[in-house]
């Protein structure tokens, strides 16, 4: 059962990203007036707000595939999720803080919360090798 719930919830957090996709291609609004990630601290020199919200969109899917399919690897029982998780855990904390835009306010709406969902799989996963599947 643990495995189940688990595997469901990498592949529920890899979805997760494709929302934050669909906010940067300005698909949609997550909320009213977020403009996430419009003005990221690391690349607003170096390129536009277009750009940073194509690389953001694409990145984030990257991040979502590979959550959905190490959640996936996980519920049939693959011994490869392993590191397909810490790779998506590792690339979308980074893609988080690279398109952050340098504001204290509003972190939840800016990945804050992913970010820790993250920091929790790395240990998890890598420091206390939890969970232990046996395949």
């Known amino acids: 059962m643990l495995r189940i719930i688990i595997g469901v919830f990498m592949v529920l957090h890899g979805l997760v990203h494709l929302l934050y996709s669909g906010q940067s291609w300005r698909l949609f609004e997550l909320q009213p007036g977020m403009v996430w990630p419009d003005g990221a601290w690391a690349l607003a020199k170096l390129v536009g707000d277009e750009t940073i ?22 519920l049939v029982r693959q011994a490869w999720w392993r590191p397909v998780v810490l790779g998506s855990a590792a690339f979308s904390a980074v893609i ?3 398109f952050w835009d340098g504001a204290l306010q509003n972190l939840h709406d800016k990945g804050a919360i992913g970010i820790l969902i993250n920091l929790a799989i790395l240990v998890a996963v890598l420091v206390l090798r939890w969970p232990n599947f046996e395949f």
């Open 53 to 74: 919200r194509m690389l953001a969109s694409i990145f984030m899917v990257l991040a979502a595939i590979g959550f959905v399919a190490g959640g996936a690897g996980i």
């Open 96 to 98: 988080i803080v690279l």
